[in-house]
DNA sequence: AAAATGACTGGTA
DNA sequence: TTACCAGCCATTT
């Protein structure tokens, strides 16, 4: 099975209404630094819809691509719940991380810690 | 085989 | 805060 299979997957996991990153998906496979690999696989994502790539967002909170288009994609994330404001998403609440006990080859390690440490989401609001 | 590419990331300016 | 930049890696030229 390729890498691009394996992230297609996983994708599949990501419950509605929450997001993860490309940074996340690339620890879950197994390749933390592949970040990179793991947006060119989404974006080879035969489809669209079905499989929810439109899930995968920046990890500073950026809405990230479509290939489908970002307007689309933040017509998807919106009608699924996920709040999309000045093109962010507050990866704190709706950021879903991976499971990594029940998969992949030995080599997980601690990585990071909880839900604490990314976000990226502007205070100054009004 | 070697170089370029991209739905990215984190650090610095 | 936004802007730029080097680093990363499976795939594709």
Same mark, same amino acid.
């Given at each position: 099975?390729?890498?691009?299979?394996?992230?297609?997957?996983?994708?599949?996991?990501?419950?509605?209404?929450?997001?993860?990153?490309?940074?996340?998906?690339?620890?879950?496979?197994?390749?933390?630094?592949?970040?990179?690999?793991?947006?060119?696989?989404?974006?080879?994502?035969?489809?669209?819809?079905?499989?929810?790539?439109?899930? #995968?967002?920046? &990890?500073?909170? +950026?809405?990230?691509?479509? @290939?489908? =288009?970002?307007?689309?994609?933040? %017509?998807? !994330?919106?009608?699924?719940?996920?709040?999309?404001?000045?093109?962010?998403?507050?990866?704190?609440?709706?950021?879903?991380?991976?499971? #990594?006990?029940? &998969?992949?080859? +030995?080599?997980?390690?601690? @990585?990071? =810690?909880?839900?604490?440490?990314? %976000?990226? !989401?502007?205070?100054?609001?009004?």
């Amino acid at each position: 099975m390729g890498f691009k299979l394996r992230v297609l997957e996983l994708v599949r996991l990501v419950p509605r209404g929450k997001v993860t990153t490309y940074k996340e998906l690339a620890r879950a496979v197994g390749k933390p630094l592949a970040w990179r690999a793991v947006a060119r696989a989404l974006a080879q994502n035969p489809h669209p819809v079905e499989i929810p790539c439109h899930r #995968v967002v920046r &990890s500073d909170g +950026g809405v990230g691509g479509y @290939s489908l =288009g970002v307007g689309r994609k933040i %017509r998807l !994330l919106r009608a699924e719940g996920v709040v999309v404001e000045r093109g962010r998403i507050d990866l704190g609440k709706l950021f879903f991380r991976f499971d #990594v006990s029940s &998969s992949v080859s +030995g080599d997980n390690r601690s @990585s990071r =810690g909880p839900a604490s440490g990314r %976000r990226r !989401l502007s205070p100054a609001l009004s």
